[in-house]
């Protein structure tokens, strides 16, 4: 049961119909609801009809009963963004749709809402396709998502091929075709639809675009740009090529909305996710510089457990993740450090620091790990990587990819010495700080 206060301050009496609807946001079908639950409205602790009288300094409190429907789903773990009494602003993967479909039961926002908030109703205020990333707001009670309604604006930013201009504004109406039930079109009997954009980089091939719809019907955003010819990469079904991204490529980076509680304007804003980044590395800035660190020059052999900053490209972080054995010298075995590779890998793809790890590989001579990380912070990192050796010391069940069809070499790894191999880099990294991660550090004591 939850509960929402409201504390009447004007001087001049009302009813309490007027209070609630007119004051308050409240929505005439929650005011039904509420109606008809015992207990539902409550003033300075009694019960109290919509046409009675509220007074300055009364006390109204409603008391929700809410339930979820969906099955819980806690595999899955998706970042919060924002959070507070009446709302929560999820940053969703692509790949996950929000809602359960025919297709999809179980692996949506929804499941994972369900097993994070068990006794609450799922209600998302604004709405991601299953491939579209980014910022979803989902409120807690009936209330707030009415509030909510109509309170949001967002920002999309969207890898399209060729150049548009440098600016524009797409009033375009969009209807559904008439031999699909899922795919739409631009035609002159569709709805008013109008999508504002702004190109914020190119590379001649894509180019990066902040996007600002004005109105929110399906597949706006993607609809609009096919239309005028520059379609989302990865975007198939409207036009796009699906060779360097397999989704199409659209973000919601930023929501804007008014806080219901308080009335206050609160921007929240995400990363454009790697795979719609990767788009654009190739394309060479003036402010890009590549800075290798002292590793380089290091024998490591002799240099120990550790991890360290061993090189900067751009905005990309590489670490060493370093396995070799304290004593100088005593190389982690292949099939060890291949189970290791495997079953960090796992961990991170399944961490709140997925989208922001790029790659994580072996170095190549049985001494560990290189991580390259990028929009992560230094004890992020750390974190991750303390965590992940954590979860493989504790593992006990199949190596995950070790099979013939995934892998290679799916024949040679040994749990129980990655088991023990891991040991000694979590017990260093137990309170590693990011100054740490500098070799002369390490050298100046």
Not at 67 to 76: A, K, N, Q, T
Not at 126 to 154: F, P
Request: charged share 25%; glycine share 8%.
């Amino acid at each position: 049961m939850q509960e929402i206060v409201f504390l009447a301050e004007d001087e001049n009496p009302q009813t309490l119909q007027n209070f609630l609807l007119g004051r308050k946001g409240v929505s005439r079908r929650l005011l039904t609801k509420l109606k008809r639950t015992e207990g539902g409205i409550t003033r300075n602790g009694e019960p109290i009809r919509s046409i009675d009288t509220v007074y300055c300094g009364d006390e109204i409190i409603l008391r929700l009963n809410d339930s979820s429907f969906l099955e819980p789903d806690g595999s899955r773990n998706v970042p919060v963004a924002f959070e507070n009494e009446s709302l929560v602003v999820f940053d969703k993967p692509a790949g996950m749709p929000v809602h359960p479909s025919v297709k999809h039961q179980g692996d949506t926002l929804g499941n994972f809402f369900a097993y994070r908030y068990p006794n609450l109703t799922f209600r998302p205020v604004n709405r991601l396709d299953r491939d579209t990333s980014g910022l979803c707001i989902v409120a807690k009670d009936a209330h707030a998502a009415n509030l909510l309604q109509g309170s949001c604006t967002k920002v999309y930013f969207a890898a399209v091929h060729g150049t548009p201009g440098e600016s524009g504004r797409i009033d375009a109406p969009i209807a559904r075709e008439r031999e699909s039930i899922i795919v739409r079109c631009v035609r002159e009997d569709g709805q008013p639809s109008v999508t504002v954009y702004r190109r914020l980089e190119s590379t001649g091939k894509y180019s990066l675009m902040e996007v600002r719809p004005e109105t929110g019907r399906t597949h706006q955003i993607r609809v609009h740009f096919s239309h005028i010819g520059h379609p989302l990469a990865g975007d198939d079904m409207y036009g796009g090529s699906r060779l360097e991204i397999g989704r199409q490529a659209l973000h919601c980076g930023e929501l804007t909305f008014t806080e219901p509680s308080s009335g206050e304007k609160i921007t929240v804003k995400s990363p454009i996710p790697h795979d719609m980044e990767s788009l654009f590395t190739n394309k060479i800035k003036e402010s890009d510089t590549m800075e290798k660190i002292a590793s380089f020059q290091v024998d490591h052999t002799k240099f120990g457990v550790g991890m360290y900053i061993s090189r900067i490209d751009g905005d990309i972080v590489t670490y060493d993740v370093r396995m070799v054995k304290p004593n100088g010298g005593v190389y982690i075995s292949n099939p060890s450090l291949h189970t290791i590779e495997h079953l960090f890998a796992t961990y991170a793809r399944n961490s709140q620091y997925s989208d922001k790890v790029v790659y994580v590989g072996p170095m190549g001579c049985r001494t560990g790990f290189y991580l390259l990380t990028r929009g992560l912070p230094h004890e992020d990192a750390i974190s991750l990587v303390r965590d992940s050796y954590a979860f493989i010391a504790g593992f006990d069940g199949e190596i995950p990819g070790c099979t013939e069809i995934e892998c290679g070499n799916y024949l040679e790894h040994d749990i129980v010495s990655a088991k023990k191999d891991v040991l000694p880099l979590v017990e260093k990294l137990d309170g590693y700080t990011p100054e740490m991660l500098e070799y002369s550090y390490h050298f100046d004591k």
